[in-house]
């Protein structure tokens, strides 16, 4: 069973920087691409950014590109999300997800219906 266990978030001020980071258990974690999503209270979950099997690709949700950054670890089987200037609209619950499609595939996928793993979340909370 694929277990992902996200940590990092927390509370900081506008401007700030967090890191977060997303362990993976279980099953085989070198050949799916991997995404971060987050979901503010009362909204719909939205993708955040994705990187693919051999971290070579990576893609941005247009509201955090410039500021976010995406990485993986495979030795470590750990995804990260570097997250600097943030806003107080980047509050929300912070997702990481596996890929439904285990490809050695250079492209990265945005839909949250296309990811079958997910992590418990973390909560990053940006003042302003």
């Known amino acids: 069973q694929v277990q992902l266990v996200e940590a990092g978030g927390g509370l900081v001020q506008a401007g700030g920087s967090l890191r977060l980071s997303c362990a993976a258990s279980?099953?085989?974690?070198?050949?799916?691409?991997m995404g971060w999503f987050r979901q503010a209270p009362g909204k719909e979950r939205e993708f955040v950014a994705a990187?693919?099997?051999?971290?070579?690709?990576?893609y941005y949700a247009d509201s955090v590109k410039g500021r976010f950054t995406i990485s993986r670890n495979n030795a470590k089987k750990t995804v990260y999300l570097q997250m600097n200037s943030l806003k107080p609209e980047d509050t929300a619950t912070y997702y990481c997800?596996?890929?439904?499609?285990?490809?050695?595939?250079?492209?990265?996928?945005?839909?949250?219906?296309?990811?079958?793993?997910w992590g418990q979340g973390t909560q990053v909370t940006v003042s302003s």
């Open positions: 997800a596996r890929d439904s499609r285990s490809d050695l595939n250079t492209s990265v996928r945005t839909s949250v219906n296309e990811y079958n793993y």
């Open positions: 990187i693919n099997w051999s971290g070579g690709t990576t």
């Open positions: 279980g099953g085989t974690f070198s050949s799916y691409g």
